[in-house]
């Protein structure tokens, strides 16, 4: 991550990035629009989220997302559709995977979160930023609703950088 990246982030968050690993997915812009985080913040709270989503134009169209009652139809879907809760599950295991990755690579001992991914996976759809963030680090393919997520929500890049560095509020 450079000091540009840090900034943009920063701007992005309205706050000082916390315990980022590494930039977990660029923005068409050239902006990072994810950050894998450790899975301990540096107070020490566990964290485990590993794949934060920090573009408030893609945060702000995902609220209205939440809103409108999708995670809901999502959740009905997992409980009817076994291919589908399948692929959730698989999603589960490879955000686990990754966070182990970035535990080991940091040398971070986190049993409070073992075990648990984010966004209510792999029975739940708790949360779409989440696994929206999941899918864009990951790539296409690994992550089934976070996928879904990102057609839905289109070009959110279409209009340009949602902050520059230095910026001092983010373009909603």
Known sequence: MTSTDEAVIAAQLGRAP????????????????????EPRLPNGTPFPTTYYLTCPRVNSRIGTLEASGLMREMQDRLGSDPELAAGYRAAHEAYLAD????????DFDVPEIEGISAGGMPDRVKCLHVLAGHALAAGPG?????????????????????VSPGDDDADE
């Open 18 to 37: 916390r315990g980022v690993h590494a930039i977990g997915h660029r923005c068409p812009c050239g902006n990072p629009d994810v950050v894998a985080t």
């Open 99 to 106: 966070r182990a990755a970035i535990g080991e690579a940091g």
């Open 142 to 162: 690994v992550n089934p609703l976070g996928d879904e997520v990102l057609e839905i929500l289109g070009d959110w890049w279409a209009k340009g950088p949602c």
